[in-house]
Structure formats: structure tokens, C-alpha cells
């Protein structure tokens, strides 16, 4: 497994890349002023929203919101992950991407192999279905499937002969590519000694990576046998927990569908694609994990699953419920499309068409009914102690999905449903007391005034972000290290980060807190206008810290003041109220020393 990424290299590797070139090689940009803009390509829109600041190393669309770093712009733009955006920056950049525990050299160069190898077999696969003396049974088979040619060529479906070292006499000629084979899972060692193929007489179904890269194979046995189905194991480069068959090819038709169907094989992938459906993908012999979701969300804010109308179908389908519940922040939806009995994808498509299949997908059912309905099998409505079972059975299920308008709602319906008071079971569950990084989070992370401005500890830690060179002034924030403003330990970590790195940009310095809950309120607060000229920017700052320091002299000084109506004061907490109020009654414009 990879090692992490070290920061230091993220950082430098924001100080190599320029975001505007980043973005203009994948999306046209025009100068306007001292930024960038073009048409968002987050949404449909005909006058330019989006800019691009080349000083922040950031980009923001003012028409949907949406906004980050590079990194990020590559995650959403290109739907890769951290670590393939980072990949990306890196290839450009001209720089390899280390990692904490990094694998050595040759380790790299024999995934490098490993790929070779993968292509070298997948064509293998294919000559032998052009060209096998048996290879007549598959090529009927496919017919019988309802299979065209041009399908079977687009999906690169191939033939592993009958017999136990196709495979392995033509590529396994030295130990060194023995091990390479068995590295890539496409031959098993004899408990005896030696090897043979993993894939005997089967039709072969190539598995690729998002980047269209063969990582792994299927295979579907002719006849009768066990199992029917079987996959690549976990290898370097196949991971079935974070894979999808027929991703790659799907992307398009997913953009343009604007949904993605989640089906249980890739024989019901190839054939929805032969009868023009496509924009699904198959889990790889595991359930559906968080992994894959995300993946998925990052290409479209609609996915429907698939699945047979059976027990094993449903069980399926609660399992894919509960791994979609954390992922659904608002704008995201899940469906659920149960077929009859004894069909699967495959045989109905080719039964009833591709309008008639259609229609079935848009009379799917949303998650939240599913849901509900599921439960309320289990419950007796009518009755009082019914009822809070039912609460008691979703509770931790609602518990699950993220803070947000869908949230709120589940919980209203599940208010309706149990007949309880209004707002009460979203409160009683969610009533313990707010960790700290939590309570920052609303204190800070957004435009929470009512008049729409920054609180002031919100307003420091922007100002902050978005000139990270005023680190390099000293700014002395130690007279609010006793504050009780939960916003204020992020301050410190930002000014410890750039007392650290003092010539950190924006970007990078935001790249700090991407797995951190502060990362998404931060992102808002680079965005955010402040209209201060440059060269005013550092007083501004300073005023606010002072306003900051002077909420907190205020503060203490009704603690004690109110301390000595009940009580007499200690020397000690005397001599601290009397400097605080000489303190207070400083002239306007006389400062703390920063």
C-alpha cells in the first residue's frame, strides 16, 4: 500500500505548478484585471463566473460556489483522488512523488512491469479469441448474448484457453516473470511446487482504471462450474474495494445522462451498453464500499442501484443503503431499481428494450423512501411502542448521513412518521455537547452575523490565509492563548505553519487542513472578498487582533467584576482587574505591542 505523501512535498509541489496554466491548458481563460475568467465548468452559464487568482493560487465560481486549489480542480474537473491529483501536478511539474516509507526504485520499476505485463496478457486474450481452434464456443456464446461484435471488440473481451499454462508458457519463460505473473494474480502456486493459470477456459472481460489502464481481468466460465465468475485477486494495482467495471468507458455517457447505474455484473454492463444504456458500471465481487461511491459522486450527483428482486437482492441493496448514508451531502441522490424475479439487467434489456428499461430506471425509488419503507415493515405504526421502535431503528441510520438540508429533512419525515414534536428527535439525538474542532467550525466557517459580516477571529484567520506573508511580521497573538474563542487555536496553527514555511502560498498553506474538519470552512474564507487594499491589509489585520485581545481584557473583566459582588477578590486577581482596566482606558490607537 502507498505511504503518505509527505506536506513539505505538497507544499513545494504548489510553489512549482501555477494554477492559472493548470486550468487554462483544460478550460480557456481570459485576464480580466488582476484575475482570470471564463464560463464555469461546474455549471451551465453563458457570462463568466468563474476567476481564477494566480496571487492565491485559487479559483472560485461566484454562479454555484464552487471553488479550491489545484488539487482540488483536478479532483473535480478530471474525478480523480488526492493522491491521482497529485500524481497529475507531479507529471507536469517534472518532479516524482515521494512517500513517508517510500518504496524503493526497483519496487517502482516493477510496477512498471507489472502494467507491461497486464497489456501483454489482455492482448494475449484477445488473440486467442480471433484465433483459438475452440475459440467457436465463446464467439457463439457471445451471440447467444445478444453480443454484436463492435461491442465485444469496444469492451475488449477476450478467450482464456482450455488447459493449465497457456498463460504461463507464453510469458513465464524466466523466474523473473514467474513472479511477475503471480504478482499480478494471473497464476496460482501449486502447494506442490510450480504454477498454473488462474484463468482456464473462460471468456475474459479486461478490467481498467480510471485512466483506461488494464489493472486486472474477470472471467466467466463456458460451461457448467464453479465458481461462475471469478476475478483478479488484490494485486499492486487491482483493488476491488475502489474499482469499477466499465468506469472508464462509461464517463461520458455518465456526464451526459447525468446519472450512473450501479449494476451486480459486467456481462449486464456490456449488454446495457449493446442496447444503447451507457452509463453503468459493476462492483468487482465485493459490496459496494464508501471508496466506490466517492468515486462515483465526483462524476455525478445521481447514482441508481441495480439489483435483482430476490432476498439476496435486498440484502444487497440495504448494505448499499448504508454505505451511501454517510456520502449524501446535499445535492447528492441514490435510487433503487428492483427487477422481477429471475431477471438480472442483462436478460431484461434484451427482453424488453431500451425504452422499456429506461422507464423502469426513472420510476426507480429514492433512498429516503427506501429507506423508511423498509422500517416501517418492521414496526407496527398504529401502536405507541411501535412507533419508538421505529425512531429507535432509524436513529442510528439518520445518525450516519452528514450535516445538511437532506439530514434535517429525514429527520422531519421521521417525525411525521412517529408522530413525535416537531424538531425533537433530531435534538434529543443530536444534543451531547460539540467537540471542540466542531464548535469552531460554526463559529468561524462560514458568514454567520446576521448583518452577513465575519466574526472577528473569522476575519484574522482569512486575512491571514489569503496573505500568508504577513507570517513573516512576527504578529504577537500570545495575549489571546487563555481565550475561550474556539476559532482561535486555528489562528495559532496557521501562524505556527507559516512561522515553519515562510514562503508558503495560499494553496498550500490551505492543503494543510484538507483531512482536517477545518478545511471546507477555511476554503470558504479564502473566497471570501475583502475589499481591503494591499497595502492595507497588514493594519487591518493588526486591528482585528486588537479587537480581538480587547473582547477578551473586556470579558475577563466582567468575570472578576462580577466575582467580587459575591466575593472578595484574591491580591492576585485585585492586581490583575486594576492592570486591566488601566489597561482598557489606554488611548484610542494606543496598541499592544505586535
Not at 446519472?259 to 444504456?277: N, R, S, T
Not at 464548535?439 to 491571514?464: D, V, W, Y
Request: proline share 5%; charged share 25%.
Amino acid at each position: 500500500m502507498a505511504g503518505r505523501i509527505p506536506q513539505s512535498f505538497i507544499d513545494d509541489l504548489l510553489g512549482r505548478v501555477d494554477i492559472v496554466e493548470i486550468i487554462d491548458s483544460r478550460v480557456p481563460l481570459k485576464r480580466a484585471g488582476k484575475e482570470y475568467k471564463a464560463c464555469c465548468p461546474f455549471h451551465e452559464e453563458r457570462t463568466p463566473s468563474f476567476t481564477v487568482s494566480s496571487s492565491k493560487q485559487f479559483y472560485h465560481c461566484f454562479g454555484c460556489g464552487v471553488h479550491g486549489t489545484a488539487i482540488t480542480f483536478l479532483m473535480e474537473y478530471a474525478h480523480l483522488d488526492f493522491r491521482e491529483a497529485i500524481n497529475e501536478l507531479a507529471s507536469g511539474a517534472g518532479v516524482e512523488v515521494p512517500t513517508e516509507g517510500d518504496q524503493p526504485r526497483r519496487a517502482q520499476n516493477s510496477t512498471a512491469s507489472l502494467r507491461q505485463l497486464m497489456v501483454e496478457a489482455n492482448q494475449f486474450f484477445g488473440q486467442q479469441l480471433r484465433e483459438h481452434p475452440k475459440s467457436d464456443r465463446v464467439i457463439n456464446y457471445l451471440k447467444q448474448r445478444g453480443l454484436s461484435g463492435e461491442v465485444t471488440a469496444e469492451f475488449e473481451l477476450g478467450f482464456a484457453p482450455p488447459g493449465w499454462s497457456n498463460l504461463l508458457d507464453q510469458f513465464g519463460k524466466d523466474d523473473a516473470r514467474r513472479k511477475l505473473l503471480f504478482e499480478g494474480g494471473l497464476i496460482i502456486k501449486k502447494e506442490s511446487g510450480g504454477f498454473y493459470d488462474r484463468f482456464r477456459d473462460r471468456v475474459m472481460f479486461p478490467i481498467h482504471d480510471h485512466r483506461g489502464r488494464v489493472v486486472g481481468f474477470g472471467g466467466r466460465i463456458l460451461d457448467q462450474g464453479e465458481p461462475k465468475y471469478l476475478n483478479s485477486p488484490e494485486t499492486p494495482l487491482f483493488h476491488k474495494g475502489s474499482e469499477l467495471y466499465g468506469l472508464f468507458r462509461a464517463k461520458e455517457s455518465i456526464h451526459k445522462e447525468q446519472c450512473c447505474l450501479i449494476v451486480e455484473g459486467y456481462m449486464d454492463v456490456v449488454a446495457l451498453a449493446q442496447h444503447g444504456i451507457r452509463n453503468s458500471v459493476a462492483t468487482l465481487g465485493t459490496a459496494t464500499t464508501r471508496q466506490h461511491l466517492e468515486r462515483l459522486f465526483r462524476h455525478v450527483n445521481e447514482l441508481i442501484f441495480c439489483f435483482d428482486g430476490d432476498r439476496a437482492g435486498k440484502q444487497a441493496a440495504w448494505r448499499a443503503l448504508e454505505s451511501a448514508l454517510p456520502t449524501l451531502q446535499d445535492g447528492r441522490q441514490v435510487g433503487f431499481l428492483f427487477l422481477p424475479d429471475g431477471e438480472d439487467p442483462d436478460s431484461l434489456v434484451r427482453g424488453e428494450g431500451e425504452a422499456a428499461f429506461r422507464k423502469r430506471l426513472s420510476a426507480s425509488t429514492p433512498l429516503p423512501d427506501y429507506l423508511f419503507d423498509q422500517l416501517r415493515k418492521e414496526t407496527d405504526l398504529n401502536r405507541l411502542d411501535g412507533r419508538a421502535r421505529l425512531v429507535e431503528l432509524a436513529r442510528p441510520l439518520l445518525l450516519r448521513l452528514p450535516d445538511g438540508v437532506l439530514r434535517t429533512m429525514m429527520f422531519d419525515r421521521l417525525t411525521t412518521l412517529s408522530q413525535s414534536r416537531p424538531g425533537s428527535l433530531e435534538e434529543h439525538f443530536t444534543s451531547s455537547p460539540p467537540s471542540k474542532s466542531k464548535a469552531s467550525l460554526h463559529s468561524f466557517g462560514a458568514l454567520g452575523q446576521s448583518e452577513g459580516r465575519l466574526s472577528p477571529t473569522a476575519k484574522a484567520i482569512a486575512l491571514l490565509i489569503q496573505h500568508p506573508g504577513m507570517g513573516g511580521h512576527q504578529i504577537d497573538l500570545s495575549p489571546l492563548f487563555d481565550s475561550d474563542d474556539p476559532g482561535l487555536p486555528l489562528l495559532h496553527s496557521i501562524q505556527k505553519i507559516l512561522t515553519n514555511n515562510p514562503k508558503i502560498n495560499t494553496a498550500a498553506l490551505l492543503e494543510h487542513f484538507r483531512e482536517t474538519p477545518h478545511f471546507r470552512p477555511l476554503v470558504k474564507l479564502v473566497a471570501w472578498e475583502h475589499l481591503i487594499h494591499k497595502d492595507n491589509v497588514l493594519a487591518e489585520f493588526e486591528e482585528t487582533i486588537q479587537t480581538l485581545i480587547g473582547r477578551q481584557r473586556t470579558g475577563r473583566i466582567e468575570v472578576l467584576l462580577q466575582k467580587s459582588t459575591n466575593s472578595k477578590l484574591s491580591a492576585q486577581e485585585q492586581g490583575e482587574l486594576t492592570k486591566l482596566l488601566e489597561t482598557k482606558n489606554y488611548p484610542k490607537g494606543k496598541k499592544n505591542k505586535l
